[in-house]
């Protein structure tokens, strides 16, 4: 019993001190590094136009409804209403 | 002389008599026929308006009159107008068989948009009576409205042939006056169901019609110039416009002509024209009719103001406001105007003769019930007058938003020029002859500044299209 109970003080002590040290880790990133493009190979189809251009469309043209007499109606409703 | 003094003495007698006639029935009657029999008494004694009075209350109780009556009633509408029936419900005056209460029930359903009923109605009416002319034209512009514009044609047609009879045999000169306007008025209803059957052509040849000394004629250049529009002569439609320039017309001011001008100019993309009429509408006739509205708002709850602005001296108005003038010489050119102040006068005078009567009970009655009445008439065409008016201001203001319309084309059409890197052809000629369009019957005489009586309405500008001879110039980078 006694020896289960240090075996089980020392495990867990042990298992405290790997996981501190585990914290503890420090990564370190390279600070430059260097690509050489003339290097790369890239595989594919060009899509974009060789030259800048810009496609003419007509310009938008809001429409107003200009007033157009199509009736008297008003007026022969007056011719009416003004008689005796 | 002595003859015709003992004729007015017995006449005025027996009007007396049946005045005290009427009174004994007022005072003792209590039979359902009471109102019928004062209105009998008050009739002969030629106190029409207060025997329309008790006339009205026999009819609102349920009754009709007798057909022997017709004739008399006919008379009382035309001598009183038809104001004291106004609180009469229209079928009680259907039920009737005088065709006049008929007629002014008819006018009641047409308000109404009551059209089928109004046809119904007006169709038996018989043609020799006194008012066969203004029924068969309420009949004709009935059935227009309901689109049946074939029989709205024949009812008019036959209106302005029975109105044109009644005033050839007329050797009264203001009834021969009043029936020659219902003639034109016939005349000028077909024109327009023409025109909104787009049969423009047809519709320019009746309003020719109409002579140009007529009070209707300044009317109908406006609507003859939309007919032009139509048929794309623009130069027809800005020279019957530009009458209205004339200082003959001065009083005929119509904000829906200058639109039209504007609008001519635009199709003929004469844009810096069109221009000209938009700026010129903005800047003066606005600012004009915005203080005319100051004036006539301020007194807009005045149930006299009106009528009082109409009485007047025609020189006083002009110094109010230039529309106030005008406005005022176009009312008083309207029939109807006309003959309400001439109802109104003559109820005016008869109310001043039962003043100097006995005053007594019966007489108090009779003023009451008179005084009721004119107010009511008084009222009337003083609202008819205000409508008239506020109805100028509102046209003007509903065109100058048009009009704006009119200048956003123009500047969107300007500016569609400039992008497309094209330029108008020509630039603002004077016009020329070949550009106008005539029959053969027209002839030519340039315009030299001055209007005469006799070319009034003939006019036509002679300015080409713009448009056709667009010129497409690529602008260089």
């Known amino acids: 019993m006694k020896y289960a109970l240090i075996a089980a003080i020392l495990f867990v002590t042990f298992k405290i001190a790997l996981v501190e040290a585990k914290d503890n880790v420090i990564i370190k990133y390279k600070k430059y590094d260097e690509i050489d493009l003339g290097n790369l190979e890239i595989k594919g189809n060009l899509l974009a136009p060789g030259d800048l251009s810009v496609q003419e469309r007509e310009r938008v043209r809001f429409s107003r409804k200009l007033y157009l007499r199509t009736t008297y109606k008003d007026e022969q409703d007056r011719d009416v209403y003004y008689l005796r | 002389m002595k003859v015709l003094l003992t004729f007015l003495f017995i006449m005025g007698s027996q009007s007396f008599a049946s005045y005290n006639k009427a009174k004994m029935i007022y005072i003792q009657d209590q039979s359902v026929e009471k109102n019928l029999k004062i209105f009998k008494e008050l009739f002969q004694s030629k106190y029409y308006l207060a025997s329309a009075t008790f006339l009205r209350e026999y009819i609102e109780a349920g009754n009709n009159i007798p057909e022997e009556l017709t004739e008399w009633v006919d008379t009382l509408v035309i001598k009183t107008g038809h104001e004291v029936f106004d609180s009469v419900k229209a079928e009680r005056l259907m039920a009737q068989q005088s065709w006049a209460l008929k007629f002014v029930a008819s006018e009641r359903l047409f308000k109404a948009n009551r059209f089928k009923e109004v046809v119904h109605l007006l169709a038996p009416f018989p043609e020799n009576h006194k008012f066969a002319p203004e029924a068969i034209l309420t009949r004709g512009i009935a059935q227009s409205a309901m689109n049946n514009m074939t029989e709205g044609n024949k009812s008019l047609e036959r209106c302005e042939i029975l109105a044109k009879d009644l005033a050839k045999d007329n050797k009264k000169e203001k009834l021969e006056r009043y029936y020659t306007i219902i003639a034109e008025k016939c005349l000028i209803n077909r024109a327009r169901n023409y025109f909104q059957e787009k049969s423009y052509q047809k519709a320019i040849s009746l309003y020719h019609e109409i002579p140009k000394t007529s009070y209707t004629w300044p009317y109908t250049l ?256």
């Open chain 2, 222 to 477: 406006m609507e003859m110039a939309w007919s032009h529009f139509y048929l794309e002569d623009y130069n027809r439609v800005l020279g019957l416009l530009v009458t209205y320039k004339a200082p003959l017309l001065s009083s005929y001011f119509f904000p829906e002509a200058e639109y039209l001008s504007a609008l001519s100019y635009l199709k003929m993309c004469l844009y810096d024209d069109a221009g000209v009429v938009v700026d010129k509408y903005d800047s003066y006739y606005r600012e004009q009719t915005n203080e005319l509205k100051k004036i006539l708002a301020a007194n807009k709850n005045s149930d006299t103001y009106f009528l009082k602005l109409t009485l007047g001296e025609l020189k006083e108005k002009e110094e109010m406001n230039p529309y106030i003038r005008n406005l005022v010489t176009q009312v008083r050119k309207r029939i109807r105007y006309s003959l309400d102040l001439i109802n109104l006068k003559r109820s005016i005078l008869e109310e001043m003769a039962i003043k100097k009567l006995k005053q007594d009970a019966f007489s108090k009655e009779l003023d009451e019930r008179m005084s009721a009445v004119i107010n009511w008439k008084r009222r009337k065409i003083n609202h008819f007058i205000k409508k008239e008016m506020f109805d100028f201001i509102n046209e003007v203001h509903r065109f100058s938003y048009e009009l704006f319309n009119v200048s956003l084309e123009v500047i969107s059409n300007k500016k569609d020029l400039l992008y497309k890197g094209q330029s108008l052809a020509k630039e603002r000629t004077r016009g020329s002859e070949k550009n106008i369009k005539r029959n053969e019957l027209q002839h030519f005489w340039t315009f030299q500044g001055s209007f005469w009586a006799d070319e009034l309405g003939d006019y036509s500008f002679g300015l080409e299209s713009n448009c056709k001879l667009q010129k497409v110039t690529r602008v260089r980078r």
